[in-house]
């Protein structure tokens, strides 16, 4: 089963990973945005965000191979890039509108957490981060994937992906 993270940032989702990676023993595709954001900066174009999306896809591809018949965790992918530029641009370049889901299960975190601060991060207001759950929900929606929704703090957001997962 491949089981991609979803949703704004500072939505626990790198840290549900970590802990679905380890209760599961799977592999957990880290997000390539950060790494992309921690070397050239958070004030990126549309191409950028294209290449993000493609190399993201990449990783993910080749871990669901190594997988096999095996869990995996993707931190995230294209569908939730796509969201990042119509946050950032009112539209989505067509490779990403065009971006087929990678997943089996798309687990929606919910902006029930205190947004943190780490550097990278840009949408802090709540209004922002409603609005980019509201597109994150939407895209999965418009592409008819199996998507759960994940809310709750600590143990109980862990609870809810598992219980998902099932």
């Not at 919910?110 to 939407?138: N, T």
Request: charged share 25%; proline share 3%; glycine share 8%.
């Amino acid at each position: 089963m491949k089981i991609c993270l979803h949703g704004a940032e500072s939505t626990g989702k790198s840290t549900l990973g970590g802990q679905l990676s380890a209760h599961f023993g799977c592999e957990l595709v880290p997000e390539y945005g950060r790494s992309y954001c921690q070397v050239h900066g958070t004030a990126i174009d549309m191409a950028a965000l294209v290449h993000i999306g493609q190399v993201q896809d990449a990783l993910n591809l080749e871990s669901a191979m190594r997988a096999r018949e095996g869990r995996v965790v993707f931190d995230t992918d294209s569908l939730i890039t796509s969201v990042w530029a119509q946050m950032m641009f009112g539209k989505a370049d067509p490779w990403l509108a065009a971006s087929e889901p990678v997943a089996d299960l798309y687990l929606l975190m919910d902006v029930d957490l205190p947004f943190v601060d780490d550097g990278l991060r840009v949408y802090q207001k709540p209004e922002d981060r409603q609005r980019f759950f509201d597109l994150s929900k939407a895209v999965l929606e418009e592409r008819s994937v199996r998507w759960a929704l994940v809310s709750g703090d600590g143990q109980a957001r862990l609870e809810a992906a598992l219980e998902a997962i099932g």
